[in-house]
């Protein structure tokens, strides 16, 4: 696992993320969660990035959950 540490001050954070589906890519669904800040998974559907234009200062883990039908349960 990578961490990241930034200085005091305004930052924007963009996390880009895949999944992988040889047959059909076009269906991998996904959500995020960035813990300590998202109070609950964000239904990204087909989108592959996630931006945070303000992180109050903390520890954080972002997490991404992919599935390759239309549900994620």
């Known amino acids: 696992m990578k961490s990241l540490r930034l200085s005091p001050g305004k930052h924007v ?3 880009r993320y895949t999944g992988l589906n040889f047959d059909t890519p076009d269906r991998v669904r996904f959500r995020y969660r960035l813990e300590g800040l998202d ?3 964000v239904e990204a559907g087909t989108r592959r990035m996630a931006f945070y234009s303000f ?3 903390g520890i954080y ?3 991404v959950i992919a599935c390759n039908g239309t549900d994620l349960e």
């Open 61 to 63: 883990r972002f997490r």
């Open 13 to 15: 954070l963009e996390f």
């Open 39 to 41: 109070p609950d998974w």
């Open 55 to 57: 992180v109050p200062p």
